[in-house]
């Protein structure tokens, strides 16, 4: 069974406080690891989508990393604007199924 | 549409009552998704449909759960004999390939509240 975990749960930071979220994840081999951000009373935001171990992808101030246990998504100096909910989600190559997975999220708060 | 369209956005009903949900996802995508969204949950799948595949139900979690496509295009997911516990934000996402590609397109969601 595909596992996604992600820590912290919830994390504050004061503006311009660089930080990093993990997604750990276990699947019977990666077809895709997807980021999403998701606004209170909104559906998710789609972020990234790496495909294997040493990709990267940059968007403004979001940097997401993969290996082949977990995915990384650093958050340099970042802005009020920044707060919201971030999912991890896994998609398995084994299979037909492309249902992806979901974590919990990480709930980030950026303090002026 | 631009985007994936849920209505309603919101649904107060008394337990034991049916409710449909409806979702229009993007003009031309084949893959459609539900999952629901508790409080403090993760997102939990639901259904999915592909093209004309038949649909893989194997997240639904009780007979009272249903969910159809019509054409292609829009899906409704039926919730009969409601339980407070079907309280949740069912979101609904749509791609243009089944693998996802370059990631899913959400809807905003109905929040379903049972009472």
């Known amino acids: 069974e595909d596992q996604v975990t992600q820590s912290p749960e919830a994390l504050r930071l004061q503006e311009g406080e660089s930080s990093s979220l993990n997604c750990s994840y276990t699947v019977s081999g990666l077809r895709g690891l997807f980021w999403y951000r998701q606004d209170p009373g909104k559906g998710p935001e789609f972020l990234f989508t790496?495909?294997?171990a040493g990709e990267e992808k940059e968007k403004e101030r979001l940097k997401a990393t993969l290996t082949k246990k977990e995915s990384f998504l650093h958050i340099t100096a970042p802005k009020p604007e920044d707060s919201a909910t971030y999912l991890c989600?896994?998609?398995?190559?084994?299979?037909?199924?492309?249902?992806?997975?979901f974590g919990r999220g990480t709930s980030l708060i950026v303090h002026p | 549409g631009a985007g994936v369209s849920q209505s309603p956005s919101n649904k107060v009903t008394e337990k034991g009552k049916d409710v449909e949900l409806r979702c229009d996802p993007i003009s031309g995508h084949t893959a459609l998704y539900w999952y629901r969204q508790s409080l403090g949950q993760g997102l939990e799948f639901l259904i999915y449909f592909q093209g004309n595949s038949a649909p893989d139900k194997s997240g639904l979690p009780s007979d009272r759960f249903s969910a159809e496509r019509t054409g292609g295009s829009v899906s409704t997911l039926t919730i009969q004999r409601t339980q407070q516990e079907d309280s949740a934000v069912y979101l609904c996402?749509?791609?243009?390939?089944?693998?996802?590609?370059?990631?899913?397109?959400f809807g905003s969601g109905t929040r379903l509240t049972v009472v």
């Open positions: 790496l495909y294997s």
């Open positions: 996402a749509s791609s243009l390939v089944k693998s996802g590609g370059e990631g899913y397109t």
């Open positions: 989600a896994v998609q398995a190559a084994s299979g037909g199924s492309y249902i992806p997975t």
